[in-house]
Every structure is written in structure tokens, then in C-alpha cells.
């Protein structure tokens, strides 16, 4: 084969015509244009967070779909092409140094992700991902709002819900702390709340409730538990002080069950996707040890008595040794 | 002294590219560096907006691609083009012009991602008026050397000047299509098409501008180093074609997982073995011209860059199918692993390259030896070095986070277990830095040192 400047070029052009038709033109008349069952468009406010969200590159560390092994944030819908029919640019992304945000809308409340965006660290405290305070206030807005129509339509039904229990959250705080403890506890179900905490008090079990305390709660609880950390000035109802909960029926039940499930309309995120079960007893024993000053950790089992383990030296089954083989 | 904007000198455009490529390797790798602190402390650069990673990000990547990458690699396809074909450059003003067409476009275009204009998709995040520059740029450049084609003394066209204008072709269109200059809000269409459009482009950069340059470069550099003719014109055939017509299909190999039609995965990941073909071919058709004579490769300092570069070729291309299997995939996908395969192929494959190509050529062009052989040997190590440690740190994050993923640990609990990992990078990111320092003093001082214009040395 001759090879002279023409062929060259003719060649090249030839092969990118035919590729750009198979690869990019056939695929394109080919998608659907047919939005998903969730699909909905967005409201002016929310294509101005987008806009912030395309400038500032938030996909070099968040990626828009949800894949059908995937776990954790978003992992309730597997991405279907109609859920993009309006994406300009499109969002994808192809680095999950953070979590997925295809379904981040109505997770949190807004104030939760105002005190995120100020400082991602006030309410994650280790979080990689960059502070947005220097966007100003209203840029900030405009982004909570973005992020809040992640999801769309099942994010609305999320937002609904959000703003339905934070009404009946502040109208609680407000009517002071016996009201808002009864009223906390009064939602959690019954067999929750007459459970101990099946695990006993140990050093080992609370230093790891330490460590996941600071790596999880501290930002809006406090580094006492008081409820005064750095997130709190941003929060509406405010973190919980700890210490309210002293003598006002709090149990290890009570504890877990907020932990896991968080408190929908607070900035109280559930953990049930990041810890655990023994994870959550052991923080809920270290906040209880640590902050309340009471604790149901290692009490004769009211519930699930199988795991109840007594602490070590007290046999529980008679105190004879098992009988050894001589 | 009076400065001439586009003073006509010989190789003008080729030095001035050169030039500019050290500059912004400097630059470039700085521009990571300040990322990768903030992924080991978010605190310390905190509301800093023009160096806030998601900013900083998109300006080391084009940076790197675009300004030390590109710059080098087009440096040294002007020279191969007029050398190959012995006639001189066209015009060497428009030479000049287009050297500062493609540095004002990279310094815009990491300014204004700096301040917060972006469009977002990767490697196209420019925005439109810089993508216009570009376009102009890529324009004049191919039709100076065509130009210089048409004019040629030699009858023949060596292999090396056939990827020189493929590559030139294929950029040219690939970023025209890719960036969709006709949207200019947006630099982009609509829905999944988009990123189906985007990733024909992303892959496409590194795949038919960097690919086909930096291998027209180690078919040029070889031969003459080992002083042997090339071993197979059919193998040289067939790598050429071959990769012009699979490369270009298997874009959608990055987002293989996402809710594309089905029939252009299966394109994508067949296209993306086939790949094997290509790489092979170049690569027996380089290692044995080669044979027996890699001790040549390794006399000069640009051979011995040339031939770590087609290492580092080798590997990238074996991970690359390895990693669009979909079972593969399942792990390696969204983490630090495609970190480490994109500087092994950016970095270790066309960047080795086009430093090897520099100082290959360098000693022609002033017609004196580089100002430091030392220097240039301490750049290769340091490079090399940083090069594998990058590798094998970034791969080992990135399987600890797929495989965490893979077993429902939340991302933000992943996030601790790289810490370490994130530590090391920054730290073996020094290496490269400072070979990037050490290597624009060299260059600099080779081309304007005082050193041999006074007859001293
Ligand atoms: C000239 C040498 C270099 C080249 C060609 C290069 C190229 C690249 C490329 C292509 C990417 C995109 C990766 C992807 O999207 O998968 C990237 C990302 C990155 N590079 Fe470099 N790089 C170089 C040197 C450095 C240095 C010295 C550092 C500093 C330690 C660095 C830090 C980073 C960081 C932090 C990212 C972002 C990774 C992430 O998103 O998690 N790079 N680089
Ligand atoms: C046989 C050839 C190759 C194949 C089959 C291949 C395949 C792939 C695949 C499948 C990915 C996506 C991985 C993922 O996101 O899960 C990828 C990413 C990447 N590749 Fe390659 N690769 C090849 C060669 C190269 C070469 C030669 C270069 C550089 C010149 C390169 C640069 C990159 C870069 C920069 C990325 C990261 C893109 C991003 O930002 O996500 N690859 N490659």
C-alpha cells in the first residue's frame, strides 16, 4: 500500500465519519426520549444549582447513577436511561470519591445540607469533600435545591415527607425538653424502647463507641454531648444535648433505633447504611456512659435474650465452672 | 533586544513547543499536587476558591494533556514532519502562531476553570471560546504541515509522518464533535447521548491525539538510535489502520455500567480487546527493531525515555482490556484504579514519550549537547520512580475501595481506609514535581543558556 498525504487524510476522515455514525449518531437516534416514571422537570431555581454544580465540577467526585451492585446512598433505584432525558451536560461521572447523588434528594433536610455546604466536615467529620462557603449564601441555596430534586419525583415524595415531620419536630422542641424527649420516645415502637443494650459495658466496646462517635457524631453533638458542635448554629431543631436525656426513660432500644433509623425531619441522618449492629450499641453505650451518665448496657435481657452477655467472671448459669475433662 | 512576537528563526516552532511543554509539566504537576493535598487534608486550602479541588482537578488534567503532553508531542511532530520529508517547516511564523494559539488556550482555559467556568465533562471542560482557539490552533498546525507535505523533497512517507496527520485529523474532528462547538452554552447535547458523545471524546484524546503522536515519536526515535531500518512495513500497515478503525469505537467502555444501549457495550468491550491487535503490532514492530540492540536505546538519554515509554505502553494497554470486562469492572469502576491507569497511559506512556522525543531531538535543533545529560538522567529516574509508585499506590486504593464498595461499605466509610494511600501519593508526587522542575531548567537553559553561544562549554 502507498501511502501518500491524501490517503492519509481521506482515510482518516472516512474511518471518523463511519465511527462517529456507529458509535455516536446511531446510539443517539436510537435512546429513548421517553421520560421514566420518575422523571419530572426542574424548577428555574434548581437549573441555577445545577449550573453551579456543572462550573464547580462537582462530577469529578460525585457520579450521577446507580449501578445494580451498588450499595448505600441512591441504592434504592437502578438508573434507567428515561431518568436522563434532560441532562445538558450530562452528569455521570466517573469517580466516586464521594457518594452517588442520582437519589440524594430528600435524604436530608435542608438545614442538614446547609451546615454541610458551609463546612462538609461540621456534620461528616471525615469528609474529603471541599467547603462551598466562599459560594455565598445564595449560591448555596440554589444548590441545597439542586441536590433536593435529585431523585425527582421519589425525591419529592422524600422532600414531603421531610417537611411534614421537621413541623412537628420544631413544634416538639419548642415546647421544651420533658415535651420534646416524651414526644422523641413516644415515636419509637414499643418493643424498641424496653430493650436493654444486649452487649455489656466494657473498656474495648467503648473506645471503639469512642472512635465511631468522633468520626460520625461530634460535628453536631458536641465533643461533650451536649449538642453545642459546630454544626449546631445551622440546625433547626438544634442537635440533642445528651444530658437532657438523664432520667426522662431513655434505653439502649431507644438509643439504636434512632441511631439507625435517624429522625426524618431533623438533621439527625440515620446510620443504618454506614454502621453496623454492634457498631450502633457500642456508640449508643458510649453516648449513654459518656453523656446521659446512665446506661442499660448488660442488664439481665428483656428482649433478645440469645446475644445477652454477661461481662467476664459473672456466670450468669449458676456459678459452677464447666465441669473439665480430666 | 526587541521581543518578536512571531520571530522567524530555524526550528523556531519546534524549540518554542518544547518550551512551553516544560512549562506547563511544571505547572501541570503543581496543579495535582494541590489537589492531591486536599484529599489527604480537606482543611488546609479550605475556601480558597480558585485552587478548590473540583476546580484544580479539571486544570491539572488539561494542564497535563493538553499543555505538557500536547505541547511536547506537537513540538516534535513539526520536526519529525519536516525532517522526515526534508523540506523546511512551511511558514514558520504560523509555526509561531499556533505555539501561542495553544498556550494562550491552555492558560485561559485554566484560568477560567480557576474562577469557576466550566462545562464539565472531562477533558472538555474549557469553555467554548477556548475551545475555539483550540480548534483554530489544530487547523493552522495541520495545514502548515500539509503544506510542508506538498512541498516535500522525499517521496516516501515514513510511518512516524502517517500518525503525525491521522493524529492531526482525527483530534481536529474529535474535539470539534466532542465539545459540540455548535451549543456553545452548554458544549454539549442532551440526555445519555451526551455522555456517550462525551466518552467518544474523552477516549478519543488519549486514544487518537496522545496514541498516535507519541507512537510516531518511538517509530522515529528507534530506528535511528539502534541505527537499524525498521523491521516490518506490513506490521507498521496494519497497527496503523488497525488502531484508526478500533480505537474509535469503544469510548462507551467508560461508562459501561451506566444505562446505555446494550448492542454499543458489546461493541465497546469486544473493540476493547481487539485493542490487543494494534498495540501488538506496534509494539513487535518496535521491540524488534530493537532486538539486540536495547543497549543502544539505553546510550541516550532520549532512546532510553522512548523505551520506558513503550513499557509503560505495554502495560496500559494490558489493563485497559483487562478493565472493560464487565466482571472486572464490578471492582475497579468509580475508584483510584482508573487514577493509576490514566497516569500510566498519560504519564507514563505518551508523557515518557514526549520527553524522550525532546531530548532526542533537542541536541539537533541547537546543534549543541543538552546543557545536562546529568539532569535529564535525574528527570528519568525521578519520573520513572514517581511513575511506579503512583501506580502501585493508586491501584492498591483503588481496590481497597472496590472491593469495600462491592461488600456495602458505605463510600464515606471507605474513605479512612485510603488515607494512607492518599498520604504516599502526595508524597511520591514530590518525585514528579521536581523531575518537571528539574526538566524545564535543563530545556531552558539548553535553548537560551549562555553556555556554547560564547564557544565556552
Ligand atoms: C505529568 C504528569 C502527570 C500526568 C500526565 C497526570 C495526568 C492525570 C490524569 C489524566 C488524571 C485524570 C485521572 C482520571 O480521571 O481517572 C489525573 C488525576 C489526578 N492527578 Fe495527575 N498527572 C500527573 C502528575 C500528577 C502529580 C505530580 C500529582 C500530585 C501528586 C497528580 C495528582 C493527581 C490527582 C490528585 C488527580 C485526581 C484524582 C482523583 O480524582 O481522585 N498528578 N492526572
Ligand atoms: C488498549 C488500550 C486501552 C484500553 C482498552 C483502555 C481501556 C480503558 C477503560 C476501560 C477505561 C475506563 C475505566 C473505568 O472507568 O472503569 C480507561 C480509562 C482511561 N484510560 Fe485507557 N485504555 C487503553 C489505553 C490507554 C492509553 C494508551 C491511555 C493514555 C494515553 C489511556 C488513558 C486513559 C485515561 C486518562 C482514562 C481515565 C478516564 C477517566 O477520566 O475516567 N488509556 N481506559
Not at chain 2, 100 to 117: D, E, H, I, Q
Amino acid at each position: 500500500m502507498k501511502m501518500t498525504p491524501s490517503l492519509i487524510v481521506g482515510g482518516s476522515v472516512a474511518i471518523f465519519a463511519s465511527v462517529l455514525y456507529i458509535a455516536v449518531l446511531l446510539p443517539w437516534s436510537t435512546t429513548t426520549r421517553e421520560p421514566s416514571d420518575i422523571f419530572r422537570w426542574r424548577t428555574p431555581l434548581e437549573e441555577r444549582g445545577r449550573q453551579l454544580y456543572v462550573n464547580n465540577n462537582c462530577s469529578t467526585c460525585h457520579s450521577q447513577f446507580i449501578r445494580p451492585i451498588d450499595w448505600g446512598l441512591g441504592a434504592e433505584r437502578i438508573a434507567q436511561a428515561g431518568d436522563y432525558i434532560d441532562e445538558r451536560p450530562h452528569l455521570l461521572g466517573t469517580q466516586r470519591t464521594g457518594p452517588d447523588l442520582s437519589q440524594a434528594g430528600g435524604e436530608h433536610p435542608d438545614d442538614w445540607h446547609l451546615a454541610h455546604f458551609i463546612n462538609p466536615r461540621y456534620v461528616r467529620p471525615e469528609s474529603l469533600m471541599p467547603s462551598w462557603e466562599f459560594l455565598g449564601m445564595e449560591n448555596i441555596e440554589a444548590l441545597i435545591a439542586y441536590v433536593q430534586s435529585l431523585g425527582f419525583k421519589m425525591a419529592d415524595y422524600r422532600m414531603e415527607r421531610q417537611r411534614y415531620w421537621k413541623e412537628k419536630a420544631i413544634e416538639a422542641y419548642e415546647a421544651g425538653t420533658d415535651a420534646n424527649v416524651a414526644w422523641l420516645h413516644e415515636r419509637v415502637p414499643k418493643p424498641w424502647r424496653n430493650l436493654p443494650n444486649p452487649y455489656g459495658t466494657t473498656e474495648a466496646g467503648l473506645k471503639r463507641g469512642q472512635k465511631i462517635y468522633q468520626g460520625f457524631c461530634i460535628g453536631c453533638h458536641g465533643p461533650i454531648g451536649d449538642g453545642m458542635g459546630p454544626a449546631a448554629p445551622y440546625l433547626y431543631p438544634p442537635p440533642l444535648n445528651f444530658t437532657t436525656l438523664k432520667g426522662r426513660g431513655v434505653s439502649g432500644g431507644i438509643l439504636y433505633y434512632y441511631i439507625m433509623n435517624g429522625i426524618t425531619g431533623t438533621a439527625m441522618p440515620y446510620f443504618k447504611r454506614d454502621l453496623e449492629s454492634e457498631k450502633i450499641w457500642d456508640v449508643g453505650n458510649y453516648v449513654a456512659t459518656h453523656f446521659i451518665g446512665e446506661t442499660d448496657a448488660g442488664q439481665p435481657p428483656k428482649g433478645i435474650e440469645a446475644s445477652y452477655e454477661p461481662p467476664y467472671g459473672e456466670n450468669p448459669y449458676g456459678g459452677e465452672e464447666p465441669r473439665r475433662e480430666r | 533586544m526587541k521581543f518578536e512576537f512571531l520571530k522567524e528563526e530555524p526550528h523556531g516552532t519546534t524549540k518554542a513547543f518544547f518550551l512551553s511543554s516544560a512549562v506547563w509539566m511544571v505547572l501541570g504537576t503543581t496543579f495535582g499536587f494541590i489537589g492531591a493535598i486536599q484529599l489527604v487534608a480537606p482543611e488546609l486550602l479550605a475556601n480558597i476558591p480558585w485552587v478548590v479541588f473540583s476546580r484544580i482537578r479539571p486544570m491539572h488534567t488539561n494542564a497535563v494533556i493538553f499543555g505538557f503532553v500536547g505541547s511536547g508531542l506537537i513540538g516534535c511532530a513539526h520536526y519529525l514532519v519536516y525532517t522526515l520529508l526534508r523540506s523546511p517547516l512551511y511558514s514558520e511564523k504560523m509555526g509561531k502562531l499556533t505555539v501561542w494559539m495553544w498556550n494562550l488556550a491552555v492558560l485561559f482555559g485554566s484560568l477560567t476553570l480557576s474562577r469557576g467556568y466550566s462545562q464539565t465533562r472531562e477533558y472538555a471542560e474549557w469553555i467554548w471560546p477556548i475551545d475555539i482557539l483550540v480548534l483554530a490552533a489544530l487547523a493552522l498546525m495541520f495545514y502548515n504541515l500539509f503544506q510542508t507535505a506538498r512541498r516535500r523533497q522525499e517521496k516516501l512517507l515514513y510511518v512516524s509522518v502517517w500518525y503525525v496527520f491521522a493524529g492531526l485529523v482525527f483530534t481536529f474532528f474529535i474535539y470539534f464533535f466532542g465539545n459540540a462547538v455548535w451549543n456553545p452554552a452548554t458544549g454539549s447535547i442532551t440526555g445519555m447521548p451526551d455522555g456517550i458523545l462525551a466518552w467518544f471524546y474523552g477516549h478519543g484524546i488519549v486514544g487518537l491525539f496522545l496514541t498516535p503522536l507519541a507512537v510516531a515519536i518511538a517509530y522515529y526515535v528507534i530506528p535511528i538510535v539502534c541505527r537499524v531500518p525498521l523491521y516490518s512495513h506490513t506490521l507498521s500497515l496494519l497497527g496503523f489502520w488497525s488502531i484508526l478503525m478500533i480505537y474509535t469505537h469503544i469510548g462507551a467502555h467508560h461508562i459501561l455500567q451506566a444505562p446505555t444501549p446494550t448492542w454499543l457495550k458489546v461493541i465497546a468491550i469486544t473493540g476493547s480487546v481487539a485493542m490487543l491487535l494494534p498495540v501488538s503490532a506496534v509494539l513487535v514492530n518496535l521491540w524488534l527493531t530493537m532486538r539486540g540492540r536495547v543497549a543502544n536505546m539505553h546510550a541516550t538519554i532520549g532512546g532510553k525515555f522512548v523505551f520506558a515509554g513503550t513499557l509503560w505502553y505495554l502495560l496500559t494497554c494490558l489493563q485497559g482490556p483487562l478493565q472493560s470486562l464487565p466482571s472486572v469492572q464490578k471492582v475497579t469502576h468509580f475508584n483510584n484504579w482508573v487514577v493509576a491507569h490514566a497516569h500510566m497511559g498519560v504519564l507514563g506512556f505518551s508523557g515518557v514519550i514526549a520527553l524522550g522525543g525532546i531530548y532526542f531531538i533537542l541536541p539537533r535543533i541547537t546543534g549543541r549537547s543538552l546543557h545536562s545529560e546529568f539532569l535529564a538522567e535525574m528527570q528519568y529516574w525521578l519520573v520513572l520512580v514517581g511513575m511506579a509508585g503512583f501506580f502501585t499506590v493508586l491501584t492498591v486504593a483503588g481496590l481497597i475501595q472496590g472491593h469495600g464498595w462491592l461488600q456495602g461499605e458505605t463510600v464515606y466509610r471507605m474513605l479512612p481506609q485510603i488515607h494512607i494511600y492518599m498520604v504516599l501519593r502526595l508524597a511520591i508526587g514530590v518525585l514528579i514535581v521536581s523531575g518537571a522542575i528539574l526538566g524545564l531548567y535543563n530545556i531552558f537553559m539548553t535553548l537560551h543558556g549562555s553556555r556554547g553561544k560564547e564557544g565556552s562549554s
